[in-house]
């Protein structure tokens, strides 16, 4: 059984009607609803305005897999959450970070660039696979049309990333890695780009599966106790 | 000095008055005049007519970097230059493939997939640089419009590429890996898509930057005598 | 259930009286042996001595993943079945290719280099896991002893790997890439180093751990009924 | 003219009379010596002792390649020095990190992991090449013998390097990857493990040939006036 944890700030679908009725339960309640109907899958949430933002240690000890959506309130996540985050990423946990994620102190710290990047509002993307071999595009056959989506182009100011799975292609005139993986200790992260929290891109099959994939790609085959030491030999 | 070759199968050129006006010269001629401007390079030329092609031992053991344009007459190559080409790659050669040279013998045989792909005529292009600290990106600080090209798309049959430098966007709605770099043995390669022959792509000054930078990057500090040996230690 | 078929040249076993004592039923009887063990895995097995080498369409088309030992008649492997052999990878077939199978006329034309390296007789083995949080990995956590190997030494004539996942350690005084991962269009492929015909490598658990592990990480989830193809999009 | 700040802690060489005898002029002072005979080199120094530790802004706007030294007094480097090292480095100066460097605060926040390793007193290392195309490579033809230094061994706990140029083998059974790259924004950086303090290291000619090549592999051929910024496209 993978142990998902999907956390969000959760403060667009409060404050917004039009985002409300996209995702009337918020955007982790709509990826952990898809996610829990896997049998290997089951899933809990966290969200900003709990106590420790929801991750505590015991809540990060049970957790395999961490989703994180996060846009406007990168900044009001506590530093010592994110270095607890890391710290378990580093010891195994996977890790996801949809959209605006990017920008999250998480991703930040373990990437250690800017991860700034171009972007627009209203467009609409294609999402292309060019690693048909990785386990994150089974099933995914066709190109991946976003009606809506906010564009993401580059320069996406990320260190050269482990695999590169997904390109998106985007109307006005933009080109993004979409779908990228990097490895951060014993953890494995994907980074995807699509899901603006003003369209209903959670709810496209193919996306749903790309996720399901990633959280069983990210599920570590065992997680540390600590985090890789430093060992004197003799 | 860095001595280039600069190869052409030079048919279409002769055969078509509209591609004839383009590249008066041949497209060889081309990319060999603008090269020829640096200082550090010198440039010779053979094409496919010329006995052996042009590419006997003597003049490959006397280029650092070949240039490969190639596109209706693949399979007129000889096996046994293909051959010829191969080794002096793997001792130690660069090797440009530009555009529809993704399909020539000698990127099949030293990459080892089907280097197949989407295509489509008539279409334009915007190159983006995802590798700006790369040295063949040095001077390219802006999207590189492409008015006229043909289009490229994934899925793009290649190896995973050791370095990716630039995405095509096309109008028509796909991307394209335009621009990726491999090393065989001792040889750099790097594959770069634009240059359809009806299109005065070669003339633009940042095409041009971009093939002058490859040359500088592939050109070999050491050219060894012989592919890398079996050696037994004792 | 996925489909191993292990090809062995199978002539060391038979033309000397040792190496048929460490390995009676040939080295694929070994290997078929404990993969045969798991649930999810049926074993078939191939030889050089059978018609086409044992490797028709017919058993490719039933083989998700395939084991190559291969030592003194790499030139014996006729080039139809290389190519046949070629093309399912292509198409997804997994490939673990072990020991001096680096040499294999498959090996070569995947790959597109030499495969060269330095070797020497009797020495002794130390495996080192630099990336612990691949599936090939999994389950070893300390370095792996081989007290008797024979040693393979760097420069390895092999294009930049995919992953790295164990480095071998000799005692005379060399280093080896001794477990990587290569993909070639829908297929996976792992090369391994362990396991000269005179020793009973393949015997030890932890090897026998890996090349499971990587049976599992390389069957495809899907194989293609052709290459990918060209497509002239509209 | 490459512009080099070599950095050191420069403790060691004042406190252990042994040391200072192998580094009269400091580790920095070795260094600096040899890369100052090349005429497209000019070097500066710094030390942790000088305020700011010698890194102000005017010292790092004028500084193409950065040389860090540092073992025992990394957490006396002040964080605010640590983020505008990060900062030039994301703006295209070049870093490399020699030996216990990799413990450094920089190397943390750049690369996101504890970079924690296996090491050992007393021991004797051998250099294996297993990128011979790669610049930093360049004249570097046999494997180079280091008859006494410490051991640092796997795993090591670092991203996957962008290139991976040099393993070490170590006399009492440990392998490490002894030179590798990365890069971060628009910053190269080399990562080197040769140079305990108490061994006369810095001085063997194919050490000076790598870190020379290393110098001029991470100058930038541009720096950026500011990180690669976040942009809004219409």
Redesign the interface.
Same mark, same amino acid.
């Given at each position: 059984m993978i142990r998902v944890t999907v956390w969000n700030e959760y403060i667009h679908e409060r404050e917004y009607e039009g985002i409300r009725q996209v995702y009337p339960k918020g955007i982790h309640g709509c990826i952990g609803e898809f996610l829990g109907k896997n049998d290997d899958i089951c899933v809990k949430y966290a969200t900003l305005d709990m106590p420790e933002h929801g991750l505590t240690e015991e809540v990060l000890n049970e957790t395999d897999v961490l989703i994180w959506w996060g846009h406007c309130a990168h900044d009001k996540v506590s530093d010592e959450v994110v270095e607890r985050v890391?710290n378990h990423v *580093?010891r195994?946990m996977g890790l996801i970070a949809l959209h605006s994620a990017h920008h999250s102190k998480v991703m930040k710290? *373990? *990437?250690?660039?800017?991860l700034? *990047?171009?972007?627009?509002h209203g467009d609409s993307e294609?999402l292309?696979?060019?690693? =048909?071999?990785h $386990?994150i595009a089974?099933?995914i056959t066709e190109p991946i049309i976003l009606e809506n989506e906010e564009?993401y182009?580059? @320069? @996406?100011?990320i $260190?050269?990333p482990?695999?590169?799975i997904f390109?998106?292609? @985007?109307k006005?005139?933009?080109?993004f890695?979409s779908g990228v993986t @990097?490895?951060?200790?014993?953890?494995?992260i994907f980074y995807f780009q699509p899901g603006h929290e003003e369209y209903p891109i959670y709810y496209q099959p193919q996306i749903q599966r790309i996720i399901t994939n990633a959280v069983r790609w990210a599920a =570590?085959?065992?997680k540390l106790d600590e985090?890789? $030491?430093?060992?004197?030999?003799?």
């Open positions: 890391k *580093l195994g710290t *373990l *990437l250690g660039t800017t700034n *990047l171009h972007w627009k294609k292309f696979c060019v690693n =048909p071999a $386990p089974a099933g564009m182009g580059e @320069f @996406f100011d $260190p050269k482990d695999d590169e390109l998106g292609w @985007f006005s005139g933009q080109v890695r @990097f490895t951060r200790g014993m953890g494995k =570590p085959y065992k985090v890789f $030491p430093v060992i004197q030999e003799e």
